[in-house]
């Protein structure tokens, strides 16, 4: 509704504002029309004035000049008129109008005299006046006129609104991308708001399994412990403590949230091995990959793997990233895992054989509550949380993050981290010192 609302007024506005320049435009073109009854009258009395000027022009519209000195009479004519001409338009600041001249028959529509040579005699009569009294006495009152022909006199019109359509164009352009970006946040958040929904539907469920779970177990144990064996007493307590853990991940998914939600989430600067938390939480997830007829493979050859940072935040990050790789799989999980150095960084690289993102949520993979839905991936459990975490984690420890994948083919995850040289700074000291 607001968006409709905003474009309502924004097309009456700009209507508006069409119809007030449109007017504008006839208002300077009645100013345009009087300004050159000003330069015609100015014109008028220059040639009334001067009887050399007024002489040969009786001459020459009344054709009483010979053949061979007509051209160079006309040629000299035209330089003076245009001469007084161009200096009434440069004292009126009318210089940047292209003109012609001529002076015509109004009776017999014929041009007599002209600066142009293929002159019509209607282009010249909306800017006219008479030709001068002794012209009016040699030939008749009102049978010769002068008028004036403008080759650009959109110009006059474009000089006098132009900061006015500056001006303008600029609030009118304000205006679209203020609405525009209106519009962009308010179906932002319209999305932030299903997928909040999303999240707290997710949550609720995700919460309660294991909790009828583990209540469910509480009750058997605690009616029938017993009639129970050792064995299957410790069946049952094996079964509980799997629920509780699983409740546990699930409460650590969200206190992810948290962690999002904060500008300063206090990150350790240690100096981490990135190779060691990876193998370590690389033997828990090759389990589970094998039980799924899976392989995981790893490819640690970066020379340098230490960087600086929180150990608990980048193990999460791998955790993150391995049960994605194993959730989002159609099919026996094959993940690769490998590290290189490049320049002063290390390179972190996960790829799966999984199901993929389709190119047109990949813009969107890291924001926050955000779940694709092609495929299969709508039925695979999750809050939304986890890659929204891993870029935020990555960036405070000045890292980078970018995602590759296509539909069907699998997805990799490729971070990468400035290494820590601090360290071997410190070392060479140390050396030196020891020497």
């Keep these: 509704m607001i968006t409709i609302l905003i474009s309502i007024s924004l097309i009456g506005l700009l209507f508006v504002q069409y119809n007030l320049i449109k007017l504008e435009i006839e208002i300077q073109k009645e100013n345009f029309d009087d300004e050159i009854d000003d330069v015609l009258l100015d014109m008028h009395h220059r040639i009334e004035d ?123 352009l304000i205006l679209l991308g203020s609405f525009f970006s209106t519009f962009m946040v308010l179906n932002r958040q319209k999305r932030i708001s299903q997928f909040k929904n999303d999240f707290i539907n997710n949550l609720t469920h995700e919460l309660k399994t294991p909790i009828f779970a583990s209540s469910i177990l509480y009750k058997i144990i605690k009616e029938k412990r017993h009639d129970f064996s050792g064995k299957e007493l410790d069946h049952y307590l094996s079964l509980l403590e799997k629920e509780n853990h699983l409740l546990k991940n699930k409460v650590e998914k969200v206190l ?36 799924r007829g899976g392989e995981l493979k790893s490819s640690l050859v970066a020379e340098n793997p230490s960087i600086q940072g929180d150990p608990m935040h980048i193990g999460n990050i791998i955790d993150n990233l391995l049960d994605n790789a194993i959730k989002y799989s159609d099919k026996s999980p094959t ?60 960036e405070l420890h ?32 140390s050396k030196n010192s020891f020497s």
């Design 398 to 429: 000045g890292g980078t993050i970018r995602l590759e994948s296509k539909l069907g083919s699998g997805t990799a995850v490729i971070l990468k981290f400035p290494i820590f040289e601090i360290n071997k700074a410190q070392s060479n000291e």
């Design 256 to 291: 992810e949230l948290t962690v999002l939600e904060r500008e300063n989430p206090g990150l350790k600067q240690d100096e981490i091995n990135l190779h060691e938390i990876i193998s370590q939480k690389a033997e828990i997830y090759r389990i589970i990959i094998q039980e």
């Design 50 to 172: 001067d009887e050399e000027i007024s002489n040969n022009l009786i001459l020459l519209i009344g054709d009483k000049v010979p053949a061979d000195k007509r051209d160079s009479l006309e040629k000299y004519m035209i330089t003076e008129i245009r001469e007084f001409t161009d200096s009434i338009l440069t004292n009126r600041a009318l210089d940047f109008l292209d003109y012609d001249f001529a002076f015509y028959q109004r009776y017999e529509d014929t041009i007599a005299f002209a600066s142009a040579s293929d002159a019509y005699q209607p282009d010249y009569q909306k800017y006219a006046i008479k030709a001068g009294w002794r012209i009016r006495e040699a030939y008749g009152k009102g049978i010769f006129r002068f008028g004036l022909l403008f080759h650009n006199k959109s110009l006059y019109v474009v000089y006098q609104i132009f900061s006015i359509l500056i001006i303008t164009t600029l609030f009118i």
């Design 335 to 394: 993940i690769e895992i490998s590290t290189q150095n490049q320049s002063k960084a290390i390179i972190l690289t996960i790829k799966d054989n999984g199901i993929g993102v389709d190119s047109m949520d990949i813009p969107f993979i890291f924001d926050k509550f955000f779940r694709v839905s092609q495929g299969n991936l709508h039925q695979t459990k999750g809050f939304g949380l986890g890659l929204s975490y891993v870029k935020m984690i990555t």
